[in-house]
Structures are given as structure tokens and as C-alpha cells.
């Protein structure tokens, strides 16, 4: 039976705290943490470890690799984990120019949907949660660009929890995240023969025509059927006009919602062959993220409608997204994963980015609703 009482406690808790999350968002938004500057990233962890200290009632753990902070506050005995990252995707000195700001229930502002919103409620979350001694909680600082030195880490904790709830930004209308496609990167690199364009063009190997046979083939590799997307994004060749480009690259980004097809095509782009007698390809790159898959989610979308009738709430309609996130890897463990549990809003990654602020309050209620219900 629905804990309705409980559910209006929770939901009235949270509203008192609708000033300071506010406050705190705004304190959070101007701590700048693009991915790239450590530095940075350092201040930002700074702001956040007393707030998760006080939230779960213990101290937290710096752990640097390679220069990147991350963030962890582990359980002895986790029943979840709650996931999240902190770098954005904005440069230093937005927020100079684009600051915090709050026009009626609307916050804007450099990070503050993707997702810096869904930290706030992820430690109001765990405060306001029976059992702060169950819950994990990992704040990293490089998912805006792969998680490479956060994965082991991620990997870890959440072999170590029976759930992983993400608090990365919901989609359209505060739907959560049942399944994100998976992700390979490559650079595809071509080697041909410098000549003179205009003196002996015919001694040269065009890497530039190379590149473009390469492209177009590409294409072939795409099924819009299945929702597989083959795209090219930085090209580059050539150093001078009067001269037969000797080399050239491909960046490309593949996405599918299954592993299996994700492979199929990462082993088509490894099998590449040059079309020009005498040009040479090298591949490099692969899978960095393998699907989040609906079998992983199916579980945890049960807890979350659950919790929504706990607290009078409409359910929670579970939707797919084609972007990538940290959920993937967790899913891809097969470990229960459900994504999108963090701010209202949308936009992200544009100078339109913008958070709801009337429905953080029952999101936060929703998220440590979920957390009591995964602790049981």
C-alpha cells in the first residue's frame, strides 16, 4: 500500500528546503568546473564535500587521477548509489557574462540543468532519506568527456550496491531515462603522398580524396531503421594549396541502442580498406560506452511509479535518450540503473539551459523516496 503519510511528510520536508537548494544552486553555478581545468574542478569539490558530509553524515573521499577530482562518500553497506558529475561543458569566465539568474520559477545559468541542479537534489535527497548509512554517492568530474579516469572508480562502486540511481537532467516534461544508446568513438588516420598540385599532381596520393571516398562509404554503416547513427564530425587534410595533401583524419562518433549492433559496426570501421592504390589507413578508437539497455531499468521504473503513488505524484513515464551518460556503464554491468532523476528543465549544453524550480522540491521527495524503498 502507498505510504501516503509518509509522502506528505517528505513532500512538505522538501519544500522548506526549496530556499537553501536555491541558494546553493546559485553558489554552485558560480563555481566554474569545465572538464579541462582541474584547478577549477578542486574549487568546485571543495563547495560540495561539506554538503554531502553533513547530507550522509560522514566524511567524504578526494580521489585525483590524473589531476581530476572525484568525489565519493562511501557505505559500508550500500544498497545504492547515487551517481553524478560535476565538471560542465562551459569554459571559464561564462558565468562572468551569463551569471546565475531567476526570472519567476526559471533558474538559468552555465551548468545549471547538465547538472548541476541534480546535485542539489541528490544531498537533499539523502538527507531527508531514513538511511544515509546505505547510500552512496559518487560525484565525478570528467563524464562531459568520456569518464576515462572516473570509470574504474564508477565501475567499482556500483559493483558494490544493488542500484544506481542517476541524477543526470530528465527528458522533456521530467521523464526518466530507461535507455540511452551506446557510444564508440574513433580517429580514422589516412597517409598518402605529398606532390606539387600544379607541377606533378599525378606523383602525389590525395589523402583529401581519400578521406572523402572514406565518408561517403561511411554512410553505409548507419541504419536509421534501427536508430544507428555513423557520423563524421572533424575532418581534416591538407597543408598548403599547391599541394597534394600527404595526409588526413577523420573524427567519428557512432551511437546504438543495442551492444550487439554497437559492435557490428565497430567491427565494419575497424575492417576498413583505403580506395586509393597506395594510401594507407590506421584506426584508432572504439567503444566507450557500451548501452544503457531497458532490461537494466525495467526494475528500478517499477520502484519509481511505486514512490510516485507514495507521494501523490503523477508516474514517471520512462523514455529513451541518445545520449550518453555514466548510467551506461553501470547498466552495461548489468547492475539495476535508472537515469534522469535529476533537474527539470532543458536545453542543456546551449546559453538556454534552464531548471524548474516549482518541481524541485517533489523531485527531491520522489529520489529519497526511491532511496527508502531500495533500502528496505
Known amino acids: 500500500m502507498p505510504d501516503v503519510k509518509r509522502g506528505g511528510r517528505l513532500r512538505h520536508a522538501a519544500r522548506t528546503r526549496l530556499g537553501e537548494m536555491t541558494e546553493r544552486l546559485e553558489a554552485l553555478v558560480a563555481r566554474e568546473s569545465p572538464t579541462s581545468d582541474c584547478e577549477a574542478l578542486a574549487r568546485c569539490a571543495a563547495i560540495l564535500t561539506p554538503w554531502g558530509d553533513a547530507a550522509v553524515g560522514r566524511k567524504a573521499e578526494r580521489i585525483t587521477v590524473e589531476g581530476h577530482p572525484h568525489v565519493l562518500w562511501a557505505s559500508l553497506d550500500p544498497a545504492v548509489l547515487l551517481l553524478g558529475h560535476f565538471d560542465t561543458v562551459w569554459p571559464m569566465g561564462t558565468a562572468d557574462a551569463w551569471p546565475f539568474a531567476i526570472r519567476g520559477d526559471t533558474a538559468t545559468g552555465p551548468g ?35 569518464s576515462r579516469t572516473s570509470r574504474e572508480l564508477i565501475e567499482r562502486e556500483a559493483k558494490r550496491a544493488g542500484a544506481v540511481l542517476v541524477c543526470e537532467p530528465s527528458a522533456e516534461g ?10 564508440a568513438r574513433y580517429q580514422i588516420h589516412i597517409q598518402g603522398r605529398a606532390s606539387h598540385s ?43 594549396i599547391n599541394t597534394v595533401p600527404e595526409s588526413a583524419s577523420i573524427a567519428l562518433d557512432v551511437r546504438a541502442w543495442s551492444r550487439e549492433e554497437l559492435d557490428s559496426v565497430c567491427r565494419s570501421i575497424s575492417a576498413l580498406s583505403p580506395h586509393l592504390d597506395g594510401a594507407v589507413l590506421s584506426v584508432r578508437g572504439g567503444v566507450t560506452r557500451y548501452p544503457l539497455e531497458e532490461a537494466a531499468t525495467i526494475t528500478l521504473l517499477g520502484v519509481a511509479r511505486a514512490s510516485a503513488r507514495d507521494l501523490a505524484l503523477p508516474l514517471p513515464v520512462g523514455v529513451r535518450s541518445g545520449g550518453g551518460s ?51
Open 112 to 146: 545549471v540543468f547538465d547538472m548541476k541542479a541534480g546535485i542539489v537534489q541528490m544531498l537533499a535527497a539523502a538527507e531527508l532519506a531514513r538511511d544515509p548509512a546505505r547510500i552512496s554517492i559518487l560525484l565525478t568530474s570528467d563524464e562531459e568527456t568520456g
Open 174 to 183: 521530467g521523464a526518466v531515462k530507461t535507455a540511452r544508446k551506446g557510444v
Open 198 to 240: 600544379g607541377l606533378n599532381p599525378e606523383l602525389g596520393i590525395n589523402a583529401a580524396v581519400e578521406l572523402a571516398h572514406q565518408v561517403l562509404g561511411l554512410s553505409s554503416f548507419a541504419d536509421p531503421t534501427s536508430g544507428t547513427t555513423v557520423t563524421p564530425t572533424i575532418l581534416e587534410a591538407g597543408t598548403t
Open 326 to 376: 555514466d548510467g551506461n556503464l553501470t547498466g552495461a554491468l548489468g547492475i539495476p540503473t535508472l537515469d534522469g532523476l535529476g533537474a527539470v528543465g532543458g536545453h542543456a549544453h546551449s546559453r538556454e539551459e534552464w531548471v524548474d524550480l516549482s518541481v524541485v522540491p517533489d523531485r527531491v521527495a520522489l529520489l529519497a523516496t526511491m532511496i527508502d524503498r531500495l533500502c528496505e
